[in-house]
């Protein structure tokens, strides 16, 4: 028998074993050692537009109300009775920047995805001065007003695919960009008012209730 | 018991019991290696810059599976497959045996193939893309072909002694 074998091979075997199990276990450990909430209603809050200004759907979702992530069909209820009647009336991007955004477009050949990954990937997105305040609604309850922060956007055309030269810099020749002031231009029904969130503190900890807010801002559907 | 000559093996001669467990120990590292390379691509973000360069694929497996971004949650799991394929092969990776190296190839094959693709898919939106999860998986890939090169040498050496063994 030419085949090695004897306390080395089953060492190695057990080794390759024990690999093949410890790898996933630790992506399971990273996956559940996120603490859903946070420990503030304003922590809470600041996580839900940071997870927005980052596209991190992880801390978006670890942040609004567990029974809302559990039925997803509450969650989007809301959001969309938010949507028909609350609206911000948004600044107007330069036109460097939908020049640079067009481009993207046509040069993906009409594919969706596509675009949207090069549009995602040549624009950043920073979020600060965050400024929040905080009233008690009743107990376990609480509003987060927005009273401001900027959501900085700017776009790269160098990162977009293709040979073509697109001129995306704006007057100064720096990169396309602009400023959202997040606190400003929200209006409820075409009334203005000053943005806020309901959070809900379960367990001891603070989520974002994407119902509970509707219901406050909206009334009851 | 095989011995192992001064001048070492004549050529036809199946290699000796000490290159090969050289080879098999090699291949298990690699394979090590490709998996631990696959298990950290998906921790870390792919992308270098832009608003993607904060997340990872597993944190957004996880906005996934909850179904709340609208797309069926199972979509989520599909990132899991990746590193599930290099796992399986390190346990595989001291087996024996012709099926196993049909297993292994075709394993390493089908995650290659959609990891670069994957990889190719970022540069043709982006030039400039890549991030740590993405050069993990170009380098997850070359580590795997080397476990596989590893592994078929020893299968053939095996072939080849059943060969003479027989004869």
Do not use: N
């Not at chain 1, 001065?129 to 927005?146: K, P, T």
């Not at chain 1, 040979?163 to 997040?182: E, F, K, N, W």
């Not at chain 2, 346990?91 to 290659?112: D, K, M, N, Q």
């Amino acid at each position: 028998m030419r085949l090695w074998g004897g306390r080395g091979r089953r060492a190695l075997r057990w080794a390759c074993a024990a690999g093949a199990l410890l790898l996933p276990a630790v992506l399971v450990v990273v996956l559940l050692s996120d603490r859903p909430g946070a420990e503030s209603p304003e922590a809470a809050v600041e996580q839900l537009l940071g997870g927005i200004a980052d596209l991190d759907g992880a801390a978006i979702v670890g942040v609004v109300a567990p029974d809302e992530v559990a039925d997803a069909g509450r969650a989007d209820d809301a959001y969309t009775r938010l949507e028909s009647r609350v609206l911000r009336e948004g600044e107007v991007p330069p036109v460097e920047v939908d020049r640079v955004l067009a481009a993207a477009e046509a040069q993906l050949g009409g594919s969706a995805s596509r675009a949207s990954l090069a549009v995602l990937a040549a624009v950043d997105l920073e979020l600060g001065g965050l400024d929040l305040a905080v009233e008690e609604i009743d107990d376990g309850a609480v509003r987060v007003y927005l009273l401001d922060g900027t959501l900085a956007v700017s776009v790269d055309a160098d990162r977009l695919p293709g040979d073509a030269v697109i001129d995306g810099r704006g007057p100064d020749g720096t990169r396309a960009s602009y400023d959202m002031a997040l606190a400003e231009g929200w209006q409820r029904d075409g009334d203005e008012f000053q943005a806020y969130l309901v959070t809900v503190e379960v367990d001891g900890r603070w989520f974002v209730s994407l119902e509970a807010s509707a219901d406050d801002l909206l009334g009851p559907p | 018991m095989s011995t192992t000559s001064a001048t070492g093996p004549m050529p036809g001669t199946p290699a000796p019991v000490d290159d090969r467990r050289r080879r098999e120990l090699l291949g298990s590292a690699l394979w090590a290696a490709a998996a631990l390379a696959w298990t950290i691509a998906m921790l870390v973000p792919w992308f270098r810059a832009g608003a993607l360069s904060h997340l990872s694929p597993i944190e957004a497996g996880g906005a996934l599976r909850t179904g709340l971004v609208g797309i069926p949650s199972a979509a989520g799991f599909v990132v899991l497959l990746l590193p599930l394929a290099s796992w399986v092969l390190l346990a595989l990776a001291p087996a024996r045996g012709r099926l196993v190296l049909a297993w292994r190839i075709l394993l390493w094959l089908a995650s290659t193939v959609v990891g670069l693709g994957l990889v190719v898919l970022m540069a043709s939106v982006s030039a400039d893309t890549y991030g740590w999860g993405a050069g993990l998986v170009v380098v997850a890939c070359v580590l795997g072909a080397g476990g596989l090169c590893c592994s078929t040498l020893v299968r053939a050496e095996e072939a080849e002694e059943a060969q003479e063994a027989e004869g």
